[in-house]
């Protein structure tokens, strides 16, 4: 089933930041969507919850060098 999860991420220097975050969190297994805003720092991940487990997302986000808050 899909699930939608949200975070922040208010450490991006640039766009490019986010598009790295984005390609880490898209390439985990059962994330079917992510959608980063570098402007505003929110990051959405749709995710099938048999497969994928939100609680790595934010450790995704902390490998690539960021820190992910509660949205």
């Given at each position: 089933m899909s699930e939608t999860t949200q975070l922040r991420v208010m450490d991006f220097d640039c766009p490019s930041?986010?598009?790295?975050?984005?390609?880490?969190?898209?390439?985990?297994?059962?994330?079917?969507?992510v959608e980063v805003h570098y402007a505003t720092g929110r990051v959405e991940i749709e995710y099938d919850d048999n497969v994928a487990d939100p609680a790595t997302f934010e450790q995704t986000i902390e490998n690539q060098g960021y820190t992910p808050q509660p949205a």
């Open positions: 930041c986010a598009s790295t975050v984005e390609r880490a969190l898209a390439n985990q297994d059962g994330v079917e969507n």
